[in-house]
């Protein structure tokens, strides 16, 4: 149970931290945002990360995401991977990833599972079984940093690993690639979030399809959303070759509570979706395109649930979207999680907004209570 600083009600759905209910951030934002800054210049200060977009006028420029930060001297960017010293740019680049890696066997617990060729939907062509991948593998490339700052971050122990650049190991895109075998059909990129170090995976993606020999191998993105249109467009062909997709965790529609829940905007979000939603029929065989959204108790409610499934009916009624199950983690470790009543009532709206293919991912963390 816990008190909007700003209304006063109180509620269990309303997290402490935050310390502002959804009706406030909704309805009466301008009070609203100082409570929202502080929570989340506090969890920036906790990892000694930069609490806004790094924007200093005679900073070097970094265009890889939505923050576009200028790094002056001495100053790190938002995603922390990269720092300022002596007018040059150290850490993460295109040849040099800030990453961790290991294999699943597929097929895998991923957002997309629901639509992925490793259940064998694109056979022949793009998965090696008529059903479920068994004997095959996928990479699984999880890279550190993040253009946003969800303060319910699943994967939030990356940014232990922040702390000091230097001190950081690094992985080329040939370290990957050599880790494919024959037994590897996918490789799929999240994180953290891959729009801060996206050329490099874009680099290992095209060194892995020239050397697979005739074989299938994937290539999937699981992402915020935030990165540069140029370099959307190219992971955008890299998937159509490959059979992969890429998943869009559609966080919020309202961007008030996107800033909220997220620390930024998420209009660049929205736009690369109906970006990419345009290649769809470029091969409609299998989904090259699949939202997610976090059921988020007391803040993503029917009417956040709603917007979405509108908008992306509005761009293709056949995008798959999968609603997942929350589970308290990082900042908002008071809320519980999704209950099983709510994200059915959350399938039956997406369905009524007219998409097509509508599940409900994590059903293990679904409860009875709220």
């Not at 639509?115 to 593998?137: D, T």
């Amino acid at each position: 149970m816990a008190e909007c600083r700003l209304c006063k009600k109180e509620a269990v759905l309303i997290s402490k931290y935050l310390g502002v209910c959804l009706d406030c951030i909704r309805y009466n934002f301008a009070e609203a945002n100082p409570y929202i800054r502080e929570a989340h210049e506090n969890t920036r200060k906790d990892f000694n990360l930069a609490v806004s977009g790094v924007q200093d006028k005679d900073g070097i420029f970094c265009n890889l995401c939505v923050n576009r930060c200028k790094i002056g001297e001495g100053q790190k960017g938002f995603c922390g991977l990269r720092q300022n010293l002596e007018g040059k740019l150290i850490g993460a680049d295109k040849n040099r990833g800030n990453l961790s890696f290991y294999f699943d066997s597929l097929p895998t617990n991923c957002v997309a599972d629901f639509v992925c060729p490793a259940r064998g939907y694109g056979y022949p062509e793009f998965s090696y079984s008529k059903g479920p991948e068994y004997g095959y593998k996928n990479l699984a490339v999880f890279y550190n940093g993040c253009s946003f700052n969800c303060l319910f971050c699943q994967n939030w122990h990356f940014r232990d690993g922040l702390l000091n650049i230097k001190n950081q190991n690094y992985f080329s895109p040939i370290d990957l690639v050599n880790q494919i075998d024959e037994n590897t059909a996918c490789i799929c990129y999240f994180g953290g979030d891959p729009s801060c170090q996206l050329p490099h995976s874009i680099i290992t993606s095209k060194l892995a399809l020239k050397n697979k020999k005739n074989r299938i191998l994937r290539i999937c993105w699981e992402t915020n959303g935030t990165m540069d249109e140029k370099l959307l467009e190219e992971i955008i062909g890299i998937a159509l070759e490959s059979g992969g997709c890429i998943k869009f965790d559609l966080k919020t529609w309202t961007e008030e509570l996107n800033i909220a829940l997220c620390g930024i905007t998420n209009k660049q979000t929205l736009e690369n979706f109906k970006r990419v939603a345009t290649y769809i029929k470029k091969r409609p065989k299998i989904p090259l395109l699949v939202a997610s959204t976090l059921l988020v108790p007391g803040y993503i409610d029917e009417y956040e649930i709603e917007m979405i499934s509108r908008f992306i009916a509005s761009l293709d009624k056949s995008i798959p979207y999968s609603l997942l199950a929350f589970y308290p983690s990082f900042y908002m470790q008071d809320l519980p999680t999704t209950s099983r009543k709510y994200a059915y009532r959350c399938r039956e709206i997406a369905l009524r907004e007219g998409l097509e293919n509508v599940h409900i991912g994590n059903i293990h963390l679904l409860s009875d209570m709220y």
